[in-house]
């Protein structure tokens, strides 16, 4: 399994943005993808984004398109969530996780998942 790290959280006013990033280790990403979920108090857990390690096609929630921005560094074993147009509804932990595959992760069915992250979005 592998072992996922997220940092960049934080308090941000709306209209804000902040960069997560999720760093990867304890074994090879050239195949699978990886994804970012999220889940506010008193809600499930629910998709973000997610992107193929191999050649990068993305899939993102509507509720977060045309703000958030997925990406990933190969070399670094890293993943991205640049967010921008932070609103108040995406307050909540973040999460990234890594499966098999896009319709894998978009579905949740992932191997392994960090420790979340907090991000706060003052109105």
């Known amino acids: 399994q592998a072992q996922l790290v997220e940092s960049g959280g934080g308090l941000v006013q709306a209209g804000g943005s902040l960069r997560l990033s999720c760093a990867a280790s304890?074994?090879?990403?050239?195949?699978?993808?990886m994804g970012w979920f999220r889940q506010a108090p008193g809600k499930e857990r629910e998709f973000v984004a997610v992107?193929?390690?191999?050649?990068?096609?993305?899939y993102y929630a509507e509720s977060v398109k045309g703000r958030f921005t997925i990406s990933r560094d190969n070399a670094k074993n890293t993943v991205y969530l640049q967010m921008n147009s932070l609103k108040a509804e995406d307050t909540a932990v973040y999460y990234c996780?890594?499966?098999?595959?896009?319709?894998?992760?978009?579905?949740?069915?992932?191997?392994?998942w960090g420790q979340g992250i907090q991000v706060t979005v003052s109105s």
């Open positions: 996780a890594t499966g098999s595959g896009i319709d894998e992760v978009h579905q949740g069915r992932c191997d392994s």
């Open positions: 992107i193929r390690w191999s050649d990068g096609p993305t």
């Open positions: 304890g074994r090879t990403f050239s195949r699978g993808a």
